[in-house]
């Protein structure tokens, strides 16, 4: 593959709009504080601005965080049972004992049929689809595209609003680049 896809990927978007006036596509890492930081920011624009804004996830674990990979594919389990932002926001919650041995206590908080979920993650079918965001190419995370405009770090609310808000109206945005 050539070229970086900043595409919606495959997991649904958080309030399930998929029409949006604006799409933000995050690539991120469970383990990464900078990634869990944005999180909350972005939860709020998107309950805030309803079916204008639909924010999507993309896998992204780095290499450096030990148990990432295996919190992205608990993730993709978790979306094979329609979980996945729960368990997204579970993993952010417990973001410092993301261990293996602690996933399926994860998933419970998440609310998964817990044979299904040890089912997929033995199986390893969540692997391809991790493996499909991390041949983006990225440097590093968070990165994020607000209607194909490149964006990188933690933010807060008031100043992701400030780069979402000028996309809702068609202007150009500063302090990206396309893609």
């Given at each position: 593959?050539?070229?970086?896809?900043?595409?919606?990927?495959?997991?649904?978007?958080?309030s399930g709009e998929t029409d949006p006036d604006v799409a933000v596509?995050?690539?991120?890492?469970?383990?990464?504080?900078?990634?869990?930081k944005l999180a909350a920011p972005l939860a709020e624009l998107d309950?805030?601005?309803?079916?204008?804004?639909?924010?999507?996830?993309?896998?992204?674990?780095?290499?450096?965080?030990?148990?990432?990979?295996?919190?992205?594919?608990?993730?993709?389990?978790?979306?094979?049972?329609?979980?996945?932002?729960?368990?997204h926001d579970v993993l952010y919650a417990h973001q410092k004992d993301?261990?293996?041995?602690?996933?399926?206590?994860?998933?419970?908080?998440?609310?998964?049929?817990?044979?299904?979920?040890?089912?997929?993650?033995?199986?390893?079918?969540?692997?391809?689809?991790?493996?499909?965001?991390?041949?983006?190419?990225?440097?590093?995370?968070?990165?994020?595209?607000?209607?194909?405009?490149?964006?990188?770090?933690?933010?807060?609310?008031?100043?992701?609003?400030?780069?979402?808000?000028?996309?809702?109206?068609?202007?150009?945005?500063?302090?990206?680049?396309?893609?």
């Amino acid at each position: 593959r050539t070229g970086l896809e900043v595409g919606p990927g495959s997991y649904p978007p958080r309030s399930g709009e998929t029409d949006p006036d604006v799409a933000v596509v995050v690539f991120a890492d469970f383990e990464c504080d900078y990634c869990r930081k944005l999180a909350a920011p972005l939860a709020e624009l998107d309950e805030e601005y309803g079916e204008r804004v639909a924010v999507y996830f993309r896998d992204f674990p780095l290499g450096i965080h030990p148990d990432a990979y295996g919190a992205h594919e608990a993730a993709r389990c978790a979306q094979a049972q329609g979980r996945f932002w729960a368990m997204h926001d579970v993993l952010y919650a417990h973001q410092k004992d993301l261990a293996e041995a602690r996933l399926h206590d994860h998933a419970r908080e998440a609310g998964l049929d817990l044979s299904e979920f040890a089912r997929c993650l033995d199986s390893g079918r969540a692997r391809p689809a991790i493996e499909f965001d991390r041949e983006a190419g990225l440097k590093g995370v968070p990165a994020y595209y607000i209607n194909g405009r490149s964006h990188s770090g933690a933010r807060s609310t008031d100043s992701l609003r400030s780069l979402i808000e000028p996309a809702l109206v068609g202007e150009t945005l500063k302090g990206g680049e396309a893609p």
